[in-house]
Structure formats: structure tokens, C-alpha cells
């Protein structure tokens, strides 16, 4: 397993690890090119075999005092072995500010363990955020 910068070389990849990933709120196209060549933006593929296997996403906001993680994912096949855990602290790594934050589905149990062992801590709940209604947790970590 590799941890590699990603570039819009990597979209039809990332559209299918997207898809695969998010069912309810998969990027649209525009989306997805956007977040592979915005300046500025921190984004990393997991390579395994030659093919990427997961995606993340940060958002450095120093302006605003935090960063933002916008998407992290790992095809289902993969899960469980330590890979999300280890793209997001390379994502942490690579951004600028100490303080870190993302949004997440408020009964996604597996993301919400791994953001919580990972230091993250919930601090607001976005009512009806998602466009089926589910409500987003708000989390933060200051390194
Ligand atoms: C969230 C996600 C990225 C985790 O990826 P992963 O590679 O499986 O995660 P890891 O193996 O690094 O696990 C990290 C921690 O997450 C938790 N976790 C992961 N899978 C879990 C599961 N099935 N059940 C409970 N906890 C789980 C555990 O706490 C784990 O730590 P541990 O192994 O020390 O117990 C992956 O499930 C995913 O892509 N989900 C769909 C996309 C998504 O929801 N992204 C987040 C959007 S905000």
C-alpha cells in the first residue's frame, strides 16, 4: 500500500471509488475535477497494485483558522486495515493549520469510530443536513 499525491490523471479512478463509496452522496463530475486541481487543496490516493483503492480530500481554510477534510473514502474491499486511519493522518500532515474539521452522517458509526480515534470530537449537529434528511455531526481536532 502507498500513500501518493492524486491529479486529475486519477479521475475516472476516484469516480468509481466515489460511487462506490458514497451511494447516497456520490460527487458530481464538476465536483470531482474541481477538488483535483483547486490550488491549494490537499489530496492523496491509497495506490495498491497500481490501482487507487481510497481518496481524501483537505481543504486548507487558514483564514478561517481551521482546515477542512472534504471527502475520505476507501473501497469496501479494503476496509478495516488501517488504511482510512492512515490517509487521514497524512492528509492532517499536509495541511496547515492545527485545527481540522469535517462533517459526517450522524449514523455513520465506522467513520464517526475511526474520527474519534483519530482525536476528532463532535461540537455541533447540522439538522437535516444531508439531502435524505440525516442530520451531520460536526467534528474537530486540534493537533
Ligand atoms: C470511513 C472509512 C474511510 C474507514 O476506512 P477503513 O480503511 O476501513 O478504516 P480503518 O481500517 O483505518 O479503521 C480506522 C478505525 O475506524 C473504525 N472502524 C473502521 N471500520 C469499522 C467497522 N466496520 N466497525 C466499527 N469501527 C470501524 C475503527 O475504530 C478503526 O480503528 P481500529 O481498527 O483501531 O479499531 C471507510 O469505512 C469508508 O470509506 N466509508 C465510506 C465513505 C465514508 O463514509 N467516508 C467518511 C465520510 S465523512
Known amino acids: 500500500m502507498e500513500i501518493l499525491p492524486a491529479n486529475i490523471l ?4 476516484l469516480r468509481h471509488v466515489e460511487n462506490a463509496c458514497f451511494p447516497k452522496d456520490a ?3 464538476l465536483d470531482l475535477i474541481a477538488v483535483l486541481t483547486f490550488p491549494g487543496v490537499v489530496r492523496l490516493k491509497v ?8 481518496f481524501v480530500a483537505g ?13 475520505i473514502c476507501i473501497l469496501p474491499e479494503h476496509r478495516g486495515k488501517g488504511y482510512g486511519r492512515a ?11 492545527t485545527r481540522v474539521r469535517l462533517s459526517v452522517r450522524s449514523r ?12 476528532y470530537k463532535a461540537f455541533d449537529r447540522w439538522g437535516h443536513y444531508y439531502n435524505d434528511g440525516e442530520d451531520a455531526l460536526v467534528m474537530e481536532k486540534n493537533r
Request: proline share 8%; with cysteine; hydrophobic share 35%.
Open 47 to 54: 495506490v495498491e497494485n497500481g490501482q487507487m483503492i481510497g
Open 27 to 29: 460527487w458530481p463530475l
Open 59 to 71: 481543504d486548507p481554510r487558514p483564514g478561517e483558522g481551521f482546515s477542512w477534510i472534504a471527502t
Open 108 to 119: 455513520n458509526d465506522e467513520a464517526i469510530r475511526m474520527y474519534e480515534k483519530a482525536g
Open 87 to 97: 490517509l487521514l493522518e497524512a492528509c492532517e500532515e499536509r495541511l496547515p493549520t
Open 10 to 13: 486519477d479521475l475516472n479512478s
